[in-house]
């Protein structure tokens, strides 16, 4: 997968791109390339992707960090919505996915693998599940890659994922130590996000 992101640009526009290891197919489209099928899996999924290098809390806002991961996910090719893993004081974090749709699609990571069983495992005291990682949008695995030396999630949000008043980094446009967000004070490593 790795391979095929970094030397996207490179191949004609058209090209099939099989992975054996995952068994997902992926075709060159003009912005990069696009998921096309896997063969064990072809029901609908949420994504947990993170960005492609850590972020301070200034992000331009809610907006701003929503936008962060539709440019990084056009970048690779994804469609569909993407929105930060953030809470604000409009929003909590547990209403980013419609209601519909927190219980019936897993939460899985850029590979395909399943991360969370449903949406509502992270706030009921899910765990990630075992030997399986975050990836950023560019392949990098998220726990053991340098690009990010604190294994850490920021939200702005309570374990149940609702907003945390006050904790969301002057909604999320001031990156400065005196102000703070909420994070779970364990490492992303135990398999918890909140």
Not at 4 to 29: C, F, H, K, N, W
Not at 64 to 77: M, R
Not at 152 to 167: A, L, Y
């Amino acid at each position: 997968y790795e391979t095929m992101t970094a030397t996207a640009r490179r191949q004609p526009e058209g090209s099939l791109v099989y992975i054996l290891d995952q068994t997902d197919l992926y075709l060159r489209v003009r912005d990069g390339v696009q998921y096309i099928f896997t063969s064990w899996h072809v029901s609908p999924q949420l994504h947990l992707i993170a960005l492609n290098s850590p972020q301070t809390g200034s992000m331009r806002g809610i907006r701003g960090a929503d936008f962060l991961c539709f440019t990084q996910a056009q970048g690779i090719g994804m469609k569909g919505t993407f929105r930060a893993f953030l809470s604000s004081r409009l929003q909590d974090l547990h209403s980013i996915v419609r209601k519909t749709d927190r219980q019936n699609l897993s939460v899985v990571n850029l590979k395909d693998e399943v991360l969370f069983d449903s949406w509502d495992d992270i706030f009921s005291g899910g765990r990630m599940k075992e030997n399986v990682s975050i990836y950023s949008f560019d392949g990098k695995d998220v726990l053991h890659d340098n690009t990010w030396p604190e294994k850490m999630v920021w939200h702005g949000s309570t374990s149940r994922g609702e907003r945390h008043v006050d904790s969301f980094c002057e909604t999320w446009r001031v990156g400065e130590h005196a102000l703070t967000g909420m994070d779970y004070p364990r490492k992303l490593s135990s398999g918890d996000l909140l």
